[in-house]
């Protein structure tokens, strides 16, 4: 099974859930360390950030790594 439009440095398959933070926010987000068809409804998550591939800017005649770091949320086990 092949995915198309996948981030550089994100692993597949991405996995987005509907989080609901509380009464405050709903949002929809990846979540990591997870298998299509593993959450149900009502599962508990955790935000988590990991560093991703860093992206090469050019300031003048220099060229600098900026790291880069990305969120997401991970069931709760």
Request: negative net charge; charged residues 30%.
């Amino acid at each position: 099974e092949e995915e198309i439009g996948v981030p550089v440095g994100f692993e597949v398959p991405l996995v987005l859930a509907i989080i609901k933070l509380g009464d405050v926010m709903t949002l929809i987000s990846r979540v990591i360390n997870c298998g299509r068809g593993e959450l149900n409804e009502g599962d508990k998550v955790r935000f988590v950030s990991f560093p991703v591939e860093s992206f090469p800017a050019e300031f003048g005649r220099e060229t600098i790594e900026i790291e880069r770091y990305y969120f997401a949320f991970e069931p709760v086990k």
